[in-house]
């Protein structure tokens, strides 16, 4: 399956931006799908997931209370609502599937494919 990431940008913090990951090549409805992202001078990191059938989903501590994935997959789509953005949320978003995993695993690194990033900017 490849995958498309959009809707990066730049806002201001405290503003809001939502992220799209389409895949396309055969329908992802099986597969758990996640974001991550990586800061410049960092290392990537884990951001949200979400299990194959959508019955679950895992954010890292971070983003909890301000960040929402969400499933479409009649769209093959998944989307990343982020709001109240802060600086520290600068990086470079990524998309990431593995077939019929959790959430919970997917959080742990378990990815078969990536996406292209999507930079998003925070400027405070």
């Known amino acids: 399956v490849q995958l498309q990431a959009s809707g990066g940008g730049l806002a201001q913090a405290g503003g809001s931006l939502r992220l799209s990951c389409a895949a396309s090549?055969?329908?992802?409805?099986?597969?758990?799908v996640g974001w991550f992202r990586q800061a410049p001078g960092k290392e990537r990191e884990f951001v949200v997931a979400?299990?194959?059938?959508?019955?679950?989903?895992v954010y890292t501590d971070s983003v909890k209370g301000r960040f929402t994935i969400s499933r479409d997959d009649a769209k093959n789509t998944v989307y990343l609502q982020m709001n109240s953005l802060k600086s520290e949320d600068t990086a470079v978003y990524y998309c990431?599937?593995?077939?019929?995993?959790?959430?919970?695993?997917?959080?742990?690194?378990?990815?078969?494919?990536w996406g292209q990033g999507t930079l998003v900017t925070v400027s405070s």
């Open positions: 979400i299990s194959w059938n959508g019955g679950s989903t």
């Open positions: 990431a599937v593995a077939p019929g995993i959790s959430a919970q695993a997917m959080a742990r690194g378990q990815v078969v494919s």
């Open positions: 090549g055969r329908s992802f409805s099986r597969y758990a």
